[in-house]
């Protein structure tokens, strides 16, 4: 498996951690205990395309948004995680 | 301001370490600072930088020297600039702009050079070292820790952490090692 990193280009796996599901970036506001509850507990587990958060540890250690499918492990897309919260803003 | 600079007790690798055709040396600058621009201010920083060391900021990937000073961009909002540079000079320039943190003895530059510097360093780093043209510099694995990579007329240049540096030693050694057995088969 290699991931295409913005900055540092095609690189194999090893150079990357795994956080979990990008749900990540999406911190609610508020003191809505239900919508928090469900921020950091609830996943949601599918076969095929999955949005996660890799960070680049071992290279520019930018934090990674791969939507990747967890059947065959093709990378599908990979965006800076800082692009795509600020266009979520 | 209390003096926290470590001083160095014992050379990491005295004499150049040579085997094979494989030569792995320390090279270390006399300073190593990491510039990290505040949001927004990146060509501030440009322009104090073009002022104070004749240099730009060079883009993702990139190394660019000037006399007895290269800046080299060290990963995400993050450049080294290395050489003949203080700490003081650099903070107090870019103050308000930049994060300025002396790294000097937080890494260790070695060289590796001989005519099989690139199949040693084959060994060790998954880089795709043929994509990899003078001019350029890459964060990546080097013997499973982290480093900067860049690529010297005469082989390569691996900035290593200091806590680790013994360790890529080893692994260098070892490959360069191997690599001569398989030559004298
Ligand atoms: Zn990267």
Known sequence: ?89 | MADFKLHPSEALIGQPIEIGAAVLACNQPANILSVAPFKGQGMAVNDVLKAVVKLALPTVGRVRTKKHVRAMWAGQGQWFVVGDIELAVLAQALDTKAAVTDQSDAWVVLTLGGADAREVMSRLCSLDLDALEQGQTARAEFAHMMSCITPTPEGFEIMIMRSFAKTAIHHTREAMGKLAALRAL
């Open chain 1, 1 to 89: 498996m290699r991931i295409h990193c913005p900055h540092c280009g095609e690189r194999d796996h090893r150079e990357f951690e795994y956080l979990g599901s990008a749900k990540l970036l999406e911190r609610p506001e508020g003191g809505d205990a239900a919508a928090f509850h469900d921020y950091v507990f609830q996943r949601k587990n599918p076969t095929g395309e999955n949005a996660e958060l890799w960070q680049h540890v071992m290279g520019c250690s930018a934090w990674l948004h791969v939507v990747r499918n967890v059947t065959t492990h093709e990378i599908i897309a990979v965006k800076l995680a800082r692009d795509v919260k600020e266009a979520a803003r």
